[in-house]
């Protein structure tokens, strides 16, 4: 998964689910991130979730995120 660079490959699909449909990938997404340094690493260099995605995430599970 390092060299495929998955975190990198993940993020950009994030924008096409709906609110409810983000619950399963944020939490891959998660795990992977906090699992190790490279990652993290690669979720970083991706510029981590766009702000659309948090927005969508947040109202299907009814709280604010503030920018």
């Known amino acids: 998964m390092l060299k495929g660079r998955v975190v990198g490959h993940m993020l950009p699909t994030l924008n096409y689910a709906s ?12 795990r ?5 340094p490279a990652h993290a690493q690669q979720y970083l260099q991706a510029h981590g979730l766009e702000a659309p995605v948090l ?3 947040a109202v299907a599970h009814d709280f604010m995120i503030a920018f």
């Open 19 to 30: 609110g409810e449909g983000l619950n399963q990938p944020l939490t891959l997404l998660s």
């Open 32 to 36: 992977l991130v906090l699992a190790g």
């Open 55 to 57: 927005n969508r995430f």
